[in-house]
């Protein structure tokens, strides 16, 4: 990794912060959602798969736009009739989907049925990045997370199936 994409991980991981959403809470779901299929599933496991879903650069770009637009509409700085629908975070809307889905498959395609399952259920930052939209616009924010976890949760089912994971002990 060279020291411009070292330097936009952290601008991302501080936008991300900035909105309410910590490395730590990410981790904590990619552990909550894969310690059913991993025995023994270690949290630096869990938190390198965090760290390099960050590193991608077009996880990077997905983060600077998304959080942008959400931002930008908080401030009433979009204009309409787009505004609206993000204010609301109209169901029908969809892009900020879409723009998740450029994360989700990174690192192969059981990426998306994670997403699928993070988008429905809304476990734990997910769902509190959710309940903020009444204060804030979080229209992006929450399936950008749901996408990061989703794909780092597909990194570490790669790396276990390949033996790659240095923390998580297997017993006999
Ligand atoms: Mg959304």
Redesign the pocket.
């Known amino acids: 990794m060279d020291n411009a994409e070292n330097n936009l991980k952290k601008v991302a991981v501080d936008w991300l912060k900035r909105r309410g959403v910590t490395l730590e809470d990410i981790t904590y779901l990619v552990y909550e959602v894969q310690k059913k299929y991993i025995t023994n599933l270690s949290i630096i496991d869990c938190r390198d798969c965090v760290e390099s879903v960050l590193e991608k650069r077009e996880v990077q770009n997905a983060v600077f736009t998304g959080i942008s637009l959400d931002e930008l509409a908080e401030k009433g700085l979009i204009s309409e009739p787009l505004a609206d629908m993000l204010k609301i ?1 109209d169901s029908l ?1 969809g892009i ?2 879409i723009l ?1 889905l450029s994360i989700v498959n990174i690192y192969g395609s059981i990426g998306f049925t994670n997403f699928g399952y993070l ?1 429905k259920v809304k476990p734990g930052i997910i769902g509190k990045v ?1 309940e903020k939209k009444t204060e804030k616009v ?6 950008l997370v749901a996408a990061i976890v989703a794909a780092a949760c597909s990194r570490l089912a790669h790396r276990e199936r390949d033996g790659l994971l240095k923390n998580t002990y297997h017993g006999e």
């Not at 979080?138 to 399936?143: I, R, V, Y």
């Open positions: 975070d809307y900020d989907e998740a988008d959710n979080n229209t992006f924010l929450d399936d």
